[in-house]
């Protein structure tokens, strides 16, 4: 293995924050260890020091920003009639019979965890002067405020999900709770591929009489002459069908819908999500999926077909700095150009081909959690045989139309 | 360097089926000519010329043959012993494994230059010899990585010697100097061993060959093939039922090869269609029929290995894992533990789904021998009652895929 191997083998998450932030090496857990030197000590000393201090810091902001939720018991969700700063991006949804943002109870716990937000319990009166607001009400004197024992104990919070929304919304993505199973779907149309069979030029002749023995017949390669490898794989090929969707006796459900961080993110009209994700407590059952609980979860997918007849255009403008991937494409696009046509179709060919494979279509992000541990998973239906016929696979086939592109036996020319 | 290495293999590895098709039958030696004109399907004249060369062929030569490999059934294994014959299932698509060896059958080759039987200028690495020679640079490396470490360790308790530090800093450029040769150099290439390797060869001159070797001498002081090829099951039957380019002395039809493949994994004489050899035989067959060279993965815990021409050529890209449609085989601790080997050798993991008939269905087509009269035919109709479907799984680190 390389060394570079070795490199990816070690995780980002498994990386010690360095809370100094200069000086010590960054990679792995090895250089923190003592050596006996004075100078590891005086290192590790200053380094613990700084994430004292910054642990320690009182937190501070202005009176008038801080911002309250009132939490309402009955409807199990919090109302914020003073909304303000940056967190409403994402977080909340808009009430209408009360005037203001109203928050689930994740999002509210999230909020409250990391200080973002003081909360109280709702009254009668508080009702009663949010319906018209037009004097000054004091929380404070007026209202119970709830510490975050209290707030844990009255939502009704599933722990697992609110642990992989914390998680995900703490490294910056964009994250909100699916609603409940929205519309019907259409049925993935899956093209049938007995057809493809009788195209194929080795079987022509057949309908003439010159060549009678069919696939796979014991004395095929024996009585049939093949000039290319590629008509005999093809020959071979029993074309069997994928497995239909069957209704799963217990389907899981999308959780979460998340984003990349992106400055001009808008909750009306969110863009496609970059992954959809569904929580899987593994705590009390540690069963994999079956494959019909699989499909499902892939059918309940949001494409983007369906999101652009519902959601209107929204004009994503692009971020203003250049991630690495962007750089590096870049790059690749330029040495690309400089290519003669044939061999750089036959390069994207060959790479879209691999993307194919690689990847699937239809990706959905499992989160697997199991008493507080997280791990993330990618599930994507496989399509080997590009019987799917993908945007990806309709490339290929405007590239070089006709060819049998799931055969990647690439016959040389002799 | 791998580019001209790529060539040599290209030259060997030029077939990937054991099969050889009309237009590189060696008996004709008209490899030229000996192809089809070019068809477009909008033109009319293409068609007629086409079909008159294709008659032309029919009437003008046979079919080559291909039936020259020999496989007995012994003790519960498919055996392959006949030396080209190993030599031919092995290039020609990677097909079974050398008793003796890892996968390739290089014993023979590898006991020649061990005992000194041959003499080479520039003797032939085997897969086996280029793994040792990696490791041992691999070894090295660490070595003299340690040793860096050591010294730098002295640099820092202020006791390192100023010749010490010279070495540091050579130690520093030799290290910088083998990471990047170790990762330009892919499968098959090394440079360092060289000089040990004659090193080695040397002092074997002098030694006698052993009593334990001398049995593997006959008369004339050749040596003896005692390796064979053993081929798996599925390809057995893929090697008889898909390219029919195998003789298997032992059975007297296809049917009754299918017979002891799937009761080689229940006792019971009748056959259900979740026979695992059946599920096991489709997906290869699956694989194998659009290219990929499939290999079993049992030493990453999985069923399958595709890799893309063959083991010389690239890393496996894929392993599959077999699973069952209808229940749970497989909790997720123990898909986590393969999915994360798997991920570790950067290969991605695959699920294969295997739907069956019902065994009314099944044996409607197994049991019914009027209906078809090829066996071949058979068992194709058979196979066409399955259904498969694939599932990728991949690890997602969401602190990577933010921007």
């Known amino acids: 293995m390389s060394q570079d191997e070795l490199n990816d083998l070690i995780d980002v998450e498994d990386e010690i924050q360095d809370w100094k932030n200069l000086g010590m090496p960054k990679r792995g857990t090895k250089e923190f260890e003592p050596d006996g030197t004075t100078f590891q000590l005086n290192s590790l000393e200053d380094s613990r020091n700084a994430m004292f201090n910054a642990l320690g810091a009182n937190r501070q902001h202005h009176i008038k920003n801080t911002l309250v939720g009132i939490w309402k018991d009955d409807s199990n969700s919090c109302l914020v009639p003073n909304a303000k700063g940056n967190y409403f991006k994402d977080v909340g949804k808009y009430n209408k019979l009360y005037n203001c943002i109203e928050l689930n109870p994740i999002e509210t716990i999230y909020l409250v965890e990391r200080g973002s937000m003081v909360i109280y319990l709702s009254d009668d009166e ?134 990349k961080p992106t400055p001009n993110f808008s909750k009306k009209s969110p863009p496609l999500p970059d992954f959809q994700v569904s929580v899987i407590d593994t705590s009390k059952n540690t069963d994999f999926l079956k494959f019909s609980q699989i499909q499902q979860l892939l059918f309940e997918k949001t494409t983007s077909l369906q999101y652009e007849l519902k959601v209107k255009e929204s004009i994503k403008k692009k971020p203003k700095m250049e991630s690495k991937k962007e750089v590096r494409a870049k790059k690749q696009a330029e040495r690309q150009s400089k290519l003669n046509e044939s061999t750089r179709l036959r390069n994207e060919y060959l790479k879209t081909r691999d993307e194919v494979i690689k990847n699937g279509h239809g990706n959905i992000v499992l989160a697997v959690i199991n008493n507080g541990i997280i791990n993330f998973i990618q599930l994507g239906i496989g399509n080997f045989n590009m019987s799917q016929k993908t945007e990806q696979v309709n490339r290929l086939e405007e590239i070089y139309p006709g060819r049998h592109h799931e055969l990647i036996y690439n016959e040389p020319v002799y | 360097m791998a580019k001209k290495n790529n060539k040599n293999l290209n030259k060997i590895y030029k077939y990937p089926l054991p099969l050889i098709i009309s237009s590189n039958s060696n008996g004709l030696n008209l490899n030229l000519n000996l192809n089809l004109p070019n068809l477009f399907p909008h033109n009319p004249i293409s068609w007629i010329w086409y079909s008159i060369k294709l008659l032309y062929y029919n009437l003008r030569y046979d079919v080559p043959s291909n039936d020259d490999i020999n496989v007995v059934y012994k003790d519960g294994i498919f055996k392959i012993e006949n030396e080209s014959s190993m030599r031919k299932i092995w290039r020609m698509g990677f097909f079974g494994k050398g008793v003796l060896s890892r996968s390739e059958p290089t014993w023979k080759e590898r006991t020649l230059i061990r005992l000194n039987l041959i003499k080479t200028d520039k003797c ?273 680190n969401p602190s990577r895929t933010r921007d």
Request: with cysteine; aromatic share 14%.
């Open chain 1, 126 to 259: 508080f009702m009663d002067w949010l319906k018209d607001r037009n004097m000054e009400f004091d929380y404070e004197t007026n209202l119970v405020a709830l510490d975050l024992e209290y707030l844990y104990a009255l939502s009704n919070v599933n722990f697992a999900k609110y642990q992989i929304y914390a998680y995900l919304k703490r490294l910056g993505y964009i994250i909100q709770e699916r609603e409940e199973i929205e519309q019907e779907q259409e049925q993935e149309q899956e093209q049938s591929e007995e057809h493809k069979q009788d195209k194929s030029f080795t079987i022509l002749p057949r309908v003439w009489g010159i060549l009678s023995y069919p696939v796979l017949h014991s004395l095929q390669f024996k009585k049939v002459h093949y000039f290319r490898y590629t008509d005999v794989y093809k020959s071979i090929q029993l074309n069997i069908p994928k497995i239909p969707k069957k209704e799963p006796s217990s389907p899981f459900h999308l959780t979460f819908n998340v984003w």
């Open chain 2, 124 to 396: 032939k690495l085997t897969m086996e010899d280029i793994t040792r020679q990696r490791r041992a640079e691999r070894t090295d490396f660490k070595k003299k990585r340690q040793k860096l470490q050591d010294l730098e360790l002295k640099k820092r308790k202020d006791e390192i010697t100023d010749e010490e530090l010279k070495e540091m800093d050579e130690l520093d450029k030799i290290l910088v100097e083998m990471r990047k040769a170790s990762q330009v150099g892919s499968i098959g290439s090394g440079g360092s061993f060289d000089i040990e390797k004659d090193e080695e060869e040397d002092e074997e001159v002098e030694e006698v060959i052993r009593e334990e070797d001398s049995k593997l001498i006959d008369s004339n002081g050749r040596l003896i093939q005692i390796e064979y090829v053993q081929l798996q099951f599925v390809e057995t039957f893929f090697l008889k039922f898909a390219l029919n380019t195998i003789k298997i002395s032992n059975f007297a039809n296809l049917t009754e090869l299918f017979k002891v493949c799937c009761n080689h994994y229940s006792e019971s004489n009748s056959i259900n269609p979740d026979n695992k050899f059946i599920l096991e035989y489709l997906v290869y067959h699956y694989y194998r029929s659009m290219g990929w060279c499939v290999r079993s993965g049992i030493k990453f815990g999985t069923d399958y290995l595709l890799y893309k021409r063959g083991p010389p050529f690239m890393h496996a890209e894929f392993c599959l894992l077999i699973m069952d449609l209808n229940s749970n085989n497989l909790d997720w601790f123990q898909v986590f533990t393969k999915a994360r080997v798997v991920g570790s050798v950067k290969k991605t993991l695959v699920l294969v789904y295997v739907e069956t008939p019902t065994i009314e269905e099944f044996n409607q087509v197994f049991y019914d021998n009027n209906e078809v009269d090829d066996e071949g035919l058979k068992f194709l109709k058979l196979f066409k009652l399955y259904k498969i479907s694939e599932v990728i799984y991949k690890r997602w």
